[in-house]
């Protein structure tokens, strides 16, 4: 793997900065303010999709906020308007969901994930404006897709991992009917300051427990076990080294204003006196395709994220399974892009592996 990949597989679309929601470990500097991304915006990306979309198998765009609902259905539907041959997704909270938004899902083939964190109890740091919990809108949503029949994927912030807790989310998850799970260990990033430093024991705990209560009933499809189910199927049959992709996907992040921003889309929205504001070019003045062209030397930081990733693949055990993580885990956590471990690698890649090592160890 070098260098970044002028095609992505898919670009995030910031239809508006809003979120209805205040959730206490949100990374978003403007999830107060109501930026609305023009039209423009998305027929600029649109022209270079498109093409990309019709030459792939599949070509996703995901509308990510801020919350995308938020934007209401007009404007997500204008602004859908421009991509022809992509898949939609929506990353939504879920408490704005009705039937109408049901009805438009349906008619735009919009494929859902919804943000909740567990049970009730698991979400008290959801919560709304006003402070006030926000699960009974949350379930409420969700509860109306599932009237609906629509399929939906799920997204789930762990704060503390303890003994206990991934059998319990198993098993609510399981309930609430979902496909698609995945398992975010809060990160220390953005706004977000709340540390997120665990024992290793606990952490590795947990996503052996995971295991341990998915294969009991494996009927949701877990991101982070697929992942290093894949991973150790291809280490033991030989060929991990065709697992990670030739160049990193840039994971273009379009924010309402049309700036692109790279490989992270937790860096919009911040300025850096070394950095800038982190953006890689805007696709109302440059083509998306030819910022994604020279992606390499596009902002500043890529090149020394680029040198971190370097870094990663000479010191680190783990690099064939995590392929150097995430550039905003290493700027939130070491104030720059060319260093190594994080608290959040080790939460999320290496004592996800050895979690999953020590779950097979105990059979
Ligand atoms: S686990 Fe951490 S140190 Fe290892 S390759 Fe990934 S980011 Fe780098």
Not at 98 to 123: E, I, K, T
Request: hydrophobic content about 40%; proline content about 6%.
């Amino acid at each position: 793997m070098r260098g970044i990949s002028p095609v992505p597989e898919y670009v995030v679309m910031q239809p508006t900065t809003l979120c209805n929601l205040d959730c206490r470990y949100c990374y978003l500097p403007h999830r107060a303010l109501d930026r609305r991304m023009p039209v423009e915006v998305a027929r600029a990306v649109a022209e270079s999709v498109n093409p990309w979309a019709a030459q792939g198998s599949r070509f996703s765009v995901v509308w990510h906020g801020g919350e995308p609902l938020a934007a209401g259905r007009a404007e997500l539907a204008a602004l859908m308007a421009p991509f022809a041959g992509v898949e939609h997704h929506v990353q939504t909270n879920a408490t704005l969901i009705d039937d109408a938004w049901c009805d438009f899902f349906v008619a735009h083939q919009l494929r859902v994930s919804v943000s909740v964190d567990g049970p009730a109890a698991h979400n008290a740091e959801r919560v709304t404006r006003g402070g006030a919990p926000a699960y009974d809108r949350i379930e409420r949503g969700i509860a109306t897709l599932r009237r609906y029949g629509l399929g939906f994927s799920a997204l789930c912030v762990v704060s503390t991992p303890r003994p206990g807790l991934a059998t319990e989310l198993y098993s609510y998850f399981l309930d609430l009917g979902c496909e698609v799970l995945g398992i975010n260990i809060e990160e220390t990033e953005g706004v977000n300051q709340r540390p997120n430093e665990h024992s290793t024991e606990a952490v590795r705990a947990f996503w052996a427990e995971l295991v341990a209560a998915w294969r009991r009933q494996p009927r949701i499809h877990v991101r982070e076990i697929e992942w290093a189910l894949r991973y150790v199927g291809a280490v033991l049959d030989g060929t991990a080294d065709d697992l990670l992709p030739r160049q990193l996907d840039p994971i273009p992040t379009v924010a309402s204003d049309g700036r692109v921003f790279l490989l992270s889309p937790e860096l919009a929205g911040f300025t850096d006196p070394r950095y800038g504001d982190f953006s890689s070019g805007n696709v109302l003045t440059t083509p998306l395709a030819q910022i994604l062209a020279t992606a390499g030397d596009s902002a500043e930081w890529v090149p020394e994220y680029l040198a971190g990733v370097q870094a990663c693949r000479t010191s680190c055990h783990y690099f064939g399974f995590c392929g150097g993580a995430h550039a905003a885990n290493r700027y939130f956590e070491h104030g720059r892009f060319d260093g190594t471990q994080t608290n959040h690698c080790r939460n999320s890649k290496i004592h996800l592996l050895d979690g999953v090592l020590d779950h097979a160890g105990r059979d």
